[in-house]
């Protein structure tokens, strides 16, 4: 079973960079077909898609995102990496990182959220 933890600062100071990494056992990240993603949510609203990186290294990230995003890997580690620039309150939410195959690159954009795995999540504040 694949299991994925995500592991980070609870607190970020405004204008600083969010760093947060998730953990993943049970399974690599390499596995072909499958895609990791990063989504938030923040308090009151809905889930956020905000990028992912695909199985071969490929990225993909939100258009719609007010903040300079990077997701990366570390294949030694197995592990998938967020960096989110110049963060601001409205990036305070639950951050979690999931995966599911894509069949497509323009899966990655489809809103679809029925991922296999999840991570619990980690609550991430931005505030001085």
């Known amino acids: 079973q694949v299991q994925l933890q995500e592991s980070g600062p609870g607190l970020v100071k405004p204008s600083q960079t969010l760093a947060l990494t998730c953990s993943v056992s049970g399974g690599s990240i390499t596995q072909g077909s499958y895609g990791w993603s990063w989504l938030r949510q923040p308090p009151g609203k809905g889930l956020e898609w905000m990028g992912a990186?695909?199985?071969?290294?490929?990225?993909y990230y939100s258009p719609s995102l007010k903040s300079p995003i990077s997701i990366s890997r570390d294949t030694s580690k197995n592990q998938i990496s967020l960096r989110l620039s110049s963060v601001t309150p409205e990036d305070t939410a639950v951050y979690y990182c999931a995966s599911r195959t894509f069949s497509s690159d323009s899966d990655y954009f489809s809103g679809d959220y029925e991922y296999d795995f999840w991570g619990q999540g980690t609550q991430v504040t931005v505030s001085s």
């Open positions: 990186i695909a199985y071969d290294g490929s990225t």
